[in-house]
């Protein structure tokens, strides 16, 4: 099945810090990718989607100059917490679409692919 | 705009009963995935089932199935012969595929299974 890492998969850093977190697709080719996070005891809330090659596009509310995403390849995605504050501590997690994936009656074609996830605790 | 409501914030089920998990949605759009996903305490988040809108019968994995409703709204998710692995938080959610493949969650169901 399709796999998709993430690293790290936590990590505490002081406030003002910048920390980067890597997505990468391991079996296949993602040309999207989406960055998620997830406060605790809530739900999964969409910040960005990252397409190869172009900017990502992010969700109203989401500062893109705080949360730098690069999608320089097809297997890779990252998501930089620029000087980071303890609000910003949360639960990081990313997908992975399959390139040219399509609908299908299993839906796996467009179906995500979930990385572990990332907590970033900042203190 | 599409929204995924999941009303139950927790639900308790004795082990080896079967469990319905509640999931209404709301789509203009008239192709669309629903997806349930189950997330354990280690945060990984786990495909379990997949819905298309014009789907003619109602998707079953192993011990889920989803009890498709389309005129209602509704796509909820069937767990038969409940196990102990399976207290989680599970995660009703929805694609659109107008060309984004963007995810609505809702906001989960705590299932905890009692021995």
């Known amino acids: 099945g399709a796999v998709v890492s993430q690293h790290p998969s936590w990590v505490i850093c002081k406030s003002g810090t910048s920390v980067k977190i890597e997505c990468r697709s391991l079996d296949f080719q993602a040309t999207t990718m989406f960055w998620y996070r997830q406060f605790p005891k809530q739900s999964l809330m969409l910040m960005a989607t990252s397409n190869e090659g172009s900017k990502a596009t992010y969700e109203q509310g989401v500062e893109k100059d705080k949360f730098l995403i690069n999608h320089a390849s097809l297997t890779l995605s990252t998501l930089t917490v620029t000087s980071a504050h303890p609000e910003d501590s949360s639960f990081y997690i990313c997908?992975?679409?399959?390139?040219?994936?399509?609908?299908?009656?299993?839906?796996?074609?467009?179906?995500?692919?979930f990385g572990p996830g990332t907590r970033l605790t900042v203190l | 705009a599409q929204k995924i409501t999941q009303t139950q914030p927790g639900m308790f089920v004795q082990e080896k009963e079967a469990v319905t998990l509640d999931c209404t949605y709301d789509t203009s759009d008239p192709s669309y995935g629903l997806f349930w996903y189950k997330q354990p305490s280690s945060g990984e988040m786990i495909f379990l089932i997949y819905?298309?809108?014009?789907?003619?019968q109602n998707a079953t994995e192993g011990r889920y199935s989803l009890n498709f409703q389309k005129a209602r709204k509704s796509a909820n998710l069937v767990i038969s012969a409940s196990q102990l692995g399976d207290s989680a938080m599970y995660f009703c959610a929805m694609r659109d595929t107008t060309g984004s493949y963007q995810l609505t969650f809702g906001k989960g169901t705590k299932l905890s299974v009692i021995p």
């Open positions: 997908s992975a679409k399959i390139r040219g994936g399509t609908s299908g009656r299993a839906g796996s074609g467009a179906r995500q692919f």
């Open positions: 819905q298309g809108s014009y789907d003619q």
